[in-house]
């Protein structure tokens, strides 16, 4: 049997884990940025590794002892602000106030405010909660296809009419899936 983790180590974990998860959120800005001047390779990749991000936080944090109260607060406002940045782009597409040459899909504005209007009603009532509410699974699920419908869109290489197919069907996916785990979510709370 091996040695177990000092306490130490147990919070450099965390403290790792901690710092990936914000700069996952910083990433939001870059990604805003290149997706506005048309610059799909680069967010295609700053996409990819914030969402890279959000696996190896989460594994850290569980190797630590568990994450921290802090964390979980900032763990899924990191997921929303790096998935606003798309998402605004998106409506920006679909508004025709956009034109970077990315994604051929124009998906309604009615469904990407149905998507932000989920993200708050679900962040305000975690915010109730003085440790923040756990990730349930039905919430990692909709980040994950989230993540996979943005980096169908914001795929840049050959195929893009195929992965931009893909990546619009993934939102309505991703649309349903948020409803159904706000839903989950709010249902679990009530007496």
Known sequence: MGKAPSSAALSHLSTLAN???VFRGLLAVPLLLVLQWGWGWWAWWLLVCGAAT???DGW???CGGGGSPWGARLDPLCDKLLLLAPLLWLAGRSAGAIDAGISPIPTPLWAIWLLLAREFLVTEWRSRHPHGAPA???GKLKTVTQFLCFGFLL???PAQALTAA?????FWVALAMAWLSGIHYIKSSLP
Request: charged share 15%.
């Open 19 to 21: 710092g990936l998860t």
């Open 166 to 170: 893909a990546g619009g069907g993934l």
């Open 155 to 157: 795929w840049p290489g």
């Open 60 to 62: 850290l944090a569980r």
């Open 136 to 138: 349930r699974w039905s």
């Open 54 to 56: 959000d696996g190896v």
